[in-house]
């Protein structure tokens, strides 16, 4: 994936100033519900708003279907007792959801949206079953960014570390639709998702323009959004949308601009999403008056091998210990992001190293193929990479000191990791490695009407998926994204279709 700069110019985007409807001549299209965006929010949104009795348009940049949502490797975050959380055997509730998001999702998270993503979490997973997405009902056991294979379950946000695990009895909720076969690279997890979502729109009906790129609202003499305005191989076209229009057109990840301004903590980093991701939509919502949210938040994965950092000790370049680091790795990436400057190291012995090559499996390639320093003698380690004399040698004495009890009073590391570390050690470079996407966006409802800046939903516009503010206030889980997108989409599909209806 190809790093963003730190340009500060005026972005990729084309123009967002809306037009009036004096200003677009005869339209060139309509529909009740104009979907701007094919991927897992807008999927989401055409197949209810069609199943709701609409006449549904979607219009995507893109030759195909998918978006990010097809390139993912699937996660879907998901509990409160689904069928597939009882099948491998796990007990979960509602409650204890919404619990952990509330903990996890960050101060100032959307109070309404957590609620209900965790009251209404069941039926969400049975829509997706309905839809022909596949899940196998095994569990996997280990740390990892994804299982080696295609189990259906994993925990994909440290609910079952410090400090969730003890606020909060700890279920899996990462739920992976089931891949046709993993190890080729192909099918993963989001296409295997998004295929069933696509074949369900269409069957009902949900008619889809191509390469068709999404430019700006349409303004109505009354203040509704009426409808877009777009760029069909390089020739401008309107399309009215009768009842509402639905942006689903994701992050703003490949405008570097509004990265800069926004969320500078991922300037120049390799962006986890699609370059449609260029924040056209935010900005065409914004020039008719939407108010944003949690613009700062982001998803922050550090690339390095969750077996390995478990069974290890990750530290800063002051030798400092950085977190727990037996918890979801995207909260290790962020710690390190946010805290660190992104530098950080992960010191590991033999053991550790042969124990999470064997655990990776054919995932191994994750783990930085060697140390990029090995010795006896954390001096040494320290003059090669850097830390200042004296604080590695510290940081590992005090974690070996209580390591020998099997306990880390420091991070509260769980047990199950903690093993002193003995030479020879191994000294892995992860300084810079941390990749990821904004989190923040338009400020909508639980249906998805877009609000203004005085909190009044702006007529005829709807949105979701990562153009919009979720769940996230900053914190994050895997599977989050296409959660919210494919749950929140629903809603905002379904209001769309009862927009200015009778
Ligand atoms: C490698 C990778 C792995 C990931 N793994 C996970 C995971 O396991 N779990 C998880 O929850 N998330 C994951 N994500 C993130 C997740 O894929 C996205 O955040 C999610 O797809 C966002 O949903 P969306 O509907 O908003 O955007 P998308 O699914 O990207 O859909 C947006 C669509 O809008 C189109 N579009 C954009 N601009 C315009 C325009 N101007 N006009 C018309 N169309 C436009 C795009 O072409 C695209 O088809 C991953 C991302 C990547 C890249």
Redo the contacts with the bound molecule.
């Keep these: 994936?190809p790093g963003r700069g730190a340009d500060q110019g005026p972005g990729r985007g084309r123009p967002a100033r809306p037009r009036r409807r004096a200003e677009v001549g005869p339209w060139d299209g309509e529909a009740d519900v104009v979907v701007?965006?094919?991927?897992?929010?807008?999927?989401?949104a055409a197949a209810e708003a069609a199943a709701h009795g609409a006449d549904v348009l979607v219009?995507?940049?893109?030759g195909g279907?998918?978006?990010?949502?097809?390139?993912?490797?699937?996660?879907?975050?998901l509990g409160g007792g689904t069928a597939l959380q009882r099948a491998c055997g796990f007990t979960d509730t509602p409650e204890a959801m919404h619990a952990y998001l509330s903990a996890a999702m960050g101060a100032g998270a959307d109070a309404d949206k957590l609620a209900l993503y965790a009251e209404r979490s069941v039926e969400h997973f049975d829509w997706l079953v309905d839809c022909g997405v596949p899940f196998r009902a095994a569990f996997f056991d280990r740390p990892g960014w994804?299982p080696d294979a295609d189990q259906g379950l994993m925990y994909?946000g440290g609910e079952n570390a410090h400090p969730f695990a003890e606020l909060v009895p700890p279920a899996p909720r990462?739920h992976?639709p089931r891949m046709a076969d993993k190890r080729t690279g192909e099918r993963g997890?989001?296409w295997m998702l998004?295929r069933p979502l696509v074949a369900t729109a269409e069957a009902r009906g949900v008619r889809v323009r191509y390469d068709?790129?999404?430019?700006a609202l349409v303004v109505e003499p009354d203040g509704r959004v009426g409808g877009v305005v777009?760029r069909h191989y390089g020739a401008e076209i309107a399309v009215r949308a009768r009842r509402a229009v639905v942006l689903?057109?994701?992050?703003f990840a490949y405008d570097p601009a509004m990265v800069a301004r926004h969320v500078p903590l991922l300037v120049g980093r390799p962006?986890?999403?699609?370059e449609?991701?260029?924040g056209?939509?935010l900005r065409a919502a914004q020039a008719v008056g939407a108010d944003v949210a949690h613009l700062h938040a982001c998803?922050a994965a550090l690339l390095a091998d969750p077996g390995l950092m478990a069974r290890g000790i990750v530290v800063d370049a002051l030798g400092r210990r950085v977190i727990n680091e037996d918890t979801y790795p995207g909260r290790i990436g962020h710690a390190l992001l946010s805290h660190h400057g992104s530098q950080g190291f992960v010191l590991a012995d033999e053991e550790a190293v042969d124990a999470a090559r064997a655990d990776a499996g054919p995932l191994a390639f994750l783990i930085p193929p060697r140390p990029t320093w090995v010795g006896d003698d954390v001096d040494q380690l320290e003059r090669e990479s850097g830390i200042p004399c004296g604080a590695l040698a510290a940081t590992l004495a005090l974690y070996n000191r209580h390591a020998e009890r099997g306990e880390d009073p420091v991070h509260h590391k769980a047990a199950r990791w903690v093993r002193p570390l003995r030479a020879p050690w191994g000294l892995f470079d992860v300084r810079g490695h941390t990749a990821g996407?904004p989190l923040g966006g338009l400020r909508t409802d639980v249906d998805g009407a877009v609000l203004d800046v005085d909190s009044a939903p702006i007529p005829g516009l709807r949105a979701?998926?990562?153009?919009?503010a979720g769940l996230s206030a900053g914190g994050y889980a895997?599977?989050?994204?296409?959660?919210?997108?494919g749950f929140f989409?629903r809603r905002a599909g379904r209001a769309a279709a009862r927009d200015g209806a009778g």
């Design positions: 994936m701007v965006g094919y991927g897992v929010a807008g999927a989401s219009l995507e940049h893109t279907w998918g978006g990010a949502a097809a390139m993912a490797g699937g996660f879907i975050y994804e994909s990462g992976l997890g989001g998004m068709t790129r999404f430019e777009a689903a057109t994701g992050s962006g986890a999403a699609v449609q991701h260029d056209q939509g998803e996407f979701a998926g990562r153009v919009a895997s599977g989050i994204s296409l959660g919210e997108g989409g």
